[in-house]
């Protein structure tokens, strides 16, 4: 049985930092890809970050080029995200999702395994 575990969500300033993880179990990690989305009230759900399976790359939006960081620890079967200088636009339900054997695609129906999202806001 597949699981998700999201944490690290919650409130924080403009300019901070907060780090996300997702941890499974159930599964090879390495052979997913994993992508972190968010969904902001009124907007469609877009893709933050991801990790393609077996390592193959990562890609971020260009909204948070340089600021956030994916990563994979596949010994302890958890994706982190780490998001620096934060922006009130950053404010959104983040989501992990897995898609067997995936490049990282933008479409999100296409990913398998869902996590129950965790909820980012940024503000003064």
């Known amino acids: 049985q597949v699981q998700f575990a999201e944490s690290g969500g919650g409130l924080v300033q403009p300019g901070g930092s907060r780090r996300l993880s997702c941890a499974f179990d159930?599964?090879?990690?390495?052979?997913?890809?994993i992508g972190w989305f968010r969904q902001a009230p009124g907007k469609e759900r877009e893709i933050v970050s991801c990790?393609?399976?077996?390592?193959?790359?990562?890609k971020y939006a260009d909204s948070v080029k340089g600021r956030f960081t994916i990563s994979r620890d596949n010994a302890k079967n958890t994706v982190n995200l780490q998001m620096n200088s934060l922006k009130p636009e950053d404010t959104a339900v983040y989501y992990c999702?897995?898609?067997?054997?995936?490049?990282?695609?933008?479409?999100?129906?296409?990913?398998?395994?869902w996590g129950q999202g965790t909820q980012v806001t940024v503000s003064s």
């Open positions: 999702a897995a898609e067997y054997l995936g490049s990282c695609s933008d479409y999100w129906p296409g990913y398998e395994y």
């Open positions: 159930g599964f090879t990690l390495d052979y997913y890809a």
């Open positions: 990790i393609s399976s077996n390592d193959r790359g990562t």
